[in-house]
Nanobody
Framework: EVQLVESGGGLVQAGGSLRLSCAAS????????MGWFRQAPGKEREGVSC????????YYTDSVKGRFTISKDNAKNAVYLQMNSLKPEDTAVYYC?????????????WGQGTQVTVSS
């Protein structure tokens, strides 16, 4: 059974930091790119950051560049999102995503989400 379990969310003041973790199981983690998405109340889910299967390529949406850092530990089947200098607009439910594709198949898995609330 595929599982993505997020942790590390919570309530923090503006300017503070949080580190989100996503523990993966049930699939070959090394073969999957990983990402973090978020969804604020009344808004669509948006991509925050992603990292390639071997961790050599990363992407950040403009609003978090320079503040968030994604990392992937294939030995621990885990992906992390270090969030610094948090702003109230970062408040959202954060979701972990795993994705892989070949010429004949694709896979896309989601976690249940962890709430991040940044107070002003």
């Amino acid at each position: 059974e595929v599982q993505l379990v997020e942790s590390g969310g919570g309530l923090v003041q503006a300017g503070g930091s949080l580190r989100l973790s996503c523990a993966a199981s049930g699939f070959t983690f090394d073969d999957y790119g990983m990402g973090w998405f978020r969804q604020a109340p009344g808004k669509e889910r948006e991509g925050v950051s992603c990292i390639s299967s071997v961790g050599d390529n990363t992407y950040y949406t403009d609003s978090v560049k320079g503040r968030f850092t994604i990392s992937k530990d294939n030995a621990k089947n885990a992906v992390y999102l270090q969030m610094n200098s948090l702003k109230p607009e970062d408040t959202a439910v954060y979701y972990c995503n795993a994705n892989a594709r070949s010429t004949t198949w694709s896979r896309n898995y989601w976690g249940q989400g962890t709430q991040v609330t940044v107070s002003s």
